[in-house]
Nanobody, 123 residues
Framework: QVQLVESGGGLVQPGGSLRLSCAASGRIFSINAMGWYRQAPGKERELVAVITGGGSTNYADSVKGRFTISRDNAKNTMYLQMNSLKPEDTAVYYC?????????????????WGQGTQVTVSS
């Protein structure tokens, strides 16, 4: 019904930068909160950053001042600019979106996840 596709991951040296994108598609009526999560090997998935429909943002303490979340509502796309990357940022990054989508007869709430994109920070 609603699909999320991440892109922009890869291998980068410590101190480098990457920009992740998450594009939402489908029978979308509106998207409320969108967020980035990450999961490192052997660890639980954790919240990285979240942005509301109005543009309010919140970040994990570990990424404050280094990562910036943004969204383009006209394109149903969210971004994560990651600067000053550290080896401990290595993880699979997932995007999440919550909102409402058209169904056959009405509007249904959705909570969608992307497939994940690998970010590796290593020299």
């Amino acid at each position: 019904q609603v699909q999320l596709v991440e892109s922009g991951g890869g291998l980068v040296q410590p101190g480098g930068s990457l920009r992740l994108s998450c594009a939402a598609s489908g029978r979308i009526f509106s998207i409320n909160a969108m967020g980035w999560y990450r999961q490192a090997p052997g660890k639980e998935r954790e919240l990285v950053a979240v942005i509301t429909g109005g543009g309010s943002t919140n970040y994990a303490d570990s990424v404050k001042g280094r990562f910036t979340i943004s969204r383009d509502n006209a394109k149903n796309t969210m971004y994560l600019q990651m600067n000053s990357l550290k080896p401990e940022d290595t993880a699979v990054y997932y995007c999440n979106a919550q909102g409402t989508a058209y169904s056959l007869l009405n509007l249904d709430n959705f909570n969608a996840w992307g497939q994940g994109t690998q970010v590796t920070v290593s020299s």
